[in-house]
T-cell receptor
Framework: AQKVTQAQTEISVVEKEDVTLDCVYE???????LFWYKQPPSGELVFLIR??????QNEISGRYSWNFQKSTSSFNFTITASQVVDSAVYFC??????????????FGSGTQLTVLP | KAGVTQTPRYLIKTRGQQVTLSCSPI?????VSWYQQTPGQGLQFLFE???????NKGNFPGRFSGRQFSNSRSEMNVSTLELGDSALYLC??????????????FGNGTRLTVT
């Protein structure tokens, strides 16, 4: 069974600090997909990144970077020089290849990030 | 392109009533999924539709149902509402064919309150 754990329930940082959100996953599949979504107060889940299990390259997009390590089953997300607008709930999610064409997402419980001015 | 549109944004219903939520996917997207979000259970998969066919259903009672129309718009229905059905219901769509691995794009959700 697939499972996603986000151990950090809430994180508070001061603007311009760097912050890392942790995500640990469990799956028996060799092929799977990992995602990060952001949920601002408006409620919409905003897609940030997708990674497949065969691509362990780290990725950087502006102030965002992702560290995927299969050896530790982790897919961590770092925001550099955080801004107040980064305040939101961040979700890590997993989709297994064996779930077939449906490929439903299994979400972690989310991390509430608050960036203080 | 317009994003995923969900209507209404807010709903207040009484226990025992039924409710229908609507979702218009991004133009060209043929797959529509529904998720329920509650403080206690988090985000949980309800069902997914592709070309008017339900492909998968999550672990929810039969009171939860859905359908998809030929224009890919989708509706979900909850009958005999219970207090525990109070939640944010999120609809998502994705591009590509039946087996697309494209990411889901979510709407703003419908917040349902059952009193």
């Amino acid at each position: 069974a697939q499972k996603v754990t986000q151990a950090q329930t809430e994180i508070s940082v001061v603007e311009k600090e760097d912050v890392t959100l942790d995500c640990v996953y469990e799956t028996r599949d060799t092929t799977y997909y990992l995602f990060w979504y952001k949920q601002p107060p408006s409620g919409e889940l905003v897609f940030l990144i997708r990674r497949n299990s065969f691509d362990e390259q780290n990725e950087i997009s502006g102030r965002y970077s992702w560290n995927f390590q299969k050896s530790t089953s982790s897919f961590n997300f770092t925001i550099t020089a955080s801004q107040v607008v980064d305040s939101a709930v961040y979700f890590c999610a997993l989709s297994e290849e064996s779930s077939g064409s449906a490929r439903q997402l299994t979400f972690g419980s989310g991390t509430q990030l608050t960036v203080l001015p | 392109k317009a994003g995923v549109t969900q209507t209404p944004r807010y709903l207040i219903k009484t226990r025992g009533q039924q409710v229908t939520l609507s979702c218009s996917p991004i133009s060209g997207h043929r797959s529509v999924s529904w998720y329920q979000q509650t403080p206690g259970q988090g985000l949980q998969f309800l069902f997914e539709y592709f070309s008017e066919t339900q492909r998968n259903k999550g672990n929810f009672p039969g009171r939860f149902s859905g359908r998809q129309f030929s224009n890919s718009r989708s509706e979900m229905n909850v009958s005999t509402l219970e207090l525990g059905d109070s939640a944010l219901y999120l609809c998502a769509s994705k591009e590509g064919g039946r087996d697309s691995r494209s990411p889901l794009h979510f709407g703003n959700g419908t917040r349902l309150t059952v009193t």
